[in-house]
């Protein structure tokens, strides 16, 4: 079934606050269509609490698509449309009459391209989620601190929250865009790799973020570095896609399972990097 | 006595001398040197001699303009072939292309300088500071130029450029965000109007508002009416340049701001339009440009008075550009003295207005403010 992604909700509950540990994601029979074209087909998973799940695959094989599904931003593009069932901690984000945004809120994404506001400062650009989804919270500056320190940046940009968000260097940009994320007390993080635009050093720090985030998030990670996946996932799930197929997920387990003693043989084709 | 030296890392730094390295002449990539300077005054002057010997000499051609043409045509040929005798047929283009392009940039500067010094050099001397001050009722084409003043038509265009940025700002940036942040069906006939609207002949934009507001409703010509005719002018300029620069913000800003859980409206008033700032403020400083000297839409709505009138809404009021226009039809020396002077004032008032409109919110989006910077400190935030 396609699901009719204008429907309006009647109801706004009140947000709820996160739990701690994060939100249990779980993925059923999800499929994807940009226009006609299918590019995602039966693809069920669950992405546990206070666990890293990575998304592994080549190119093309829909990871990304899966991951703007989980909270909702697949459908900002024109013609997409999309069926199946995405349950956060047994409540389904498309059917349920949680508001679009009440699911992005808590549900939150960091994005391939670095892209903090340039328009506000450091410190702005942590709170522009309060301010963007509505959320009250008092005592901003603790905000901040805190929002920044788990995101690893505190120490390198205490001095400097009135400057400029565009003016720091790719990876405290990245990590800055985390700490956006995380001021609004989101249970789930969506990562769309992350680390692709930054240097070595840089995306050992947000490795370092991400495993310290996973005690209080949930996590899903879209990465094509093999060695990444390895290092921070607890949960691997392998896509894969023929020429002018859908995607789907060929092998889905423990990372180290997958990355040792896989049960699909193109699974360890893949991360034993003989393709992709 | 015996002088024990401490050890190289417990000196103290201030008494170490600096580390000097040793340094080349740098290398200045891409000089203009003496040596390009005399390839091209040499083509030039060539040209020179060649078209004046055609010219004046072998053809009984006549006439200044035609003369340079020929010798800037010259010139670029003559330019050309040097450089590719000297450094082939690739650079040749190259340095023709420049030429060109340079000649572009220095042609669009001198008209601009030629008309602020003809209009200064006019317009200074019957300046007094009662200009500013008195109003233009007790003085006839029989007064002196510097008698009298232009407080009437100053307040008035001030007024009326006012009242139509009130209008057609809020307006038109609506409009713009319609068209790029929505869009949808409607859009493409919206952005077909706003065009066509552009083309209107300001006379034609004045008869709509004389017909429409002050036949049609009975509303007495006024700074108002004038206001609604230059609105008419101005809003095409300010949507389809806010359009342009809302366009310019990458989509990526737009994802992010919904992925923290915003509304589409919050998502343009606190991330895209802050964003586009600078953009925004071209946008209404190009739709004043518009408007300001604007004269044949004022002839039919403004009611035109000499009396100092400081109510738009009420009677007849005056502006600077329809002072200039009836000045000079008097055409006495005095009138048209008068009316230079009106046409300085108008320049200085367009410069001082597009500075402000600069400083108030010209800065790039990523400069932070001393204000906002201030602010954000006394809340522990900078």
Known sequence: MTIALDTPHPTYPAPAPPRPGGATLAARNVGAWFGDHQVLANVSLDMPAQQVTALIGPSGCGKSTFLRILNRMHELVPGASLAGEIALDGTDIYRSNLAVTETRRRIGMVFQKPNPFPAMTVSENVLAGLKLSGLKRSDHAAIVENCLTRAGLWNEVKNRLGDAGGGLSGGQQQR????????????????????????????????????????????????????????????????????????????????????????????????????? | ???????????????????????????????????????????????????????????????????????????????????????????????????????????????????VIVVVGHGYHALRPHFFTQDGSRVGSLNKATDGGASDALVGTLEQVGLAMLISVPLGVTTAVFLNEIGGWLARPVRTIVDAMSAIPSIVAGLFIYIAVIRGLDYH?????????????????VTRTTELVLRLVPGGLREASLALGSTEWRTTRHVVL??????????????????????????????????????????????????????????????????????????????????????????????????????LARKGLA
């Open chain 1, 176 to 276: 800055l865009c985390i700490a956006r994320a995380l001021a609004v007390l989101p249970s789930v993080l969506l990562m769309d790799e992350p680390c692709s635009a930054l240097d070595p050093t840089s995306t050992r720090r947000i490795e370092e973020t991400i495993a310290e985030l996973s005690q209080q998030v949930t996590i899903v990670i879209v990465t094509h570095n093999m060695q990444q996946a390895q290092r921070v996932s607890h949960g691997c799930a392998f896509f894969l896609a023929a020429e002018n197929e859908p995607g789907y997920i060929v092998e889905s387990g423990p990372t180290e399972k997958l990355f040792s003693n896989p049960d699909d043989p193109r699974t360890l084709d893949y991360v034993s990097g003989r393709f992709g």
């Open chain 2, 1 to 115: 006595m015996t002088l024990i030296e401490a050890p190289p890392e417990q000196r103290d730094p201030s008494l170490t001398p600096p580390r000097t390295f040793a340094s080349a002449e740098r290398i200045r990539v891409r000089a203009f040197g003496l040596a390009d300077a005399g390839e091209l005054a040499g083509a030039f002057l060539s040209a020179l001699a060649l078209v004046w010997l055609v010219y004046e000499r072998l053809t009984p051609l006549s006439g200044i303009l035609g003369f340079w043409v020929c010798v800037y045509v010259a010139f670029l040929g003559i330019a050309w072939f040097v450089a590719r005798e000297q450094r082939g047929a690739v650079v040749a283009r190259d340095q023709v292309v420049r030429i060109v392009v340079w000649s572009g940039g220095v042609g669009l500067i001198v008209p601009l300088a030629l008309i």
């Open chain 2, 221 to 237: 010509p006024g700074g108002f009416a004038a206001a609604l005719a230059l609105s008419l002018l101005m809003l095409p300029t």
């Open chain 2, 274 to 375: 802050p964003t586009s700032r600078t953009g925004v403020v071209t946008a209404v400083i190009l739709g004043v440009a518009r408007v300001v000297g604007e004269t044949a839409p004022l002839l039919l709505t403004l009611g035109a008075a000499h009396v100092f009138n400081g109510n738009p809404f009420s009677h007849p009021q005056n502006s600077l550009p329809l002072f200039i226009f009836n000045q000079f039809l008097l055409a006495q020396p005095s009138t048209v003295a008068r009316a230079w002077t009106g046409a300085f004032v108008l320049l200085v008032l367009v410069l001082v207005l597009f500075l402000a409109a600069r400083l108030a919110g010209g800065r790039g989006a990523g400069h932070i403010g001393r204000v906002r910077r201030w602010r």
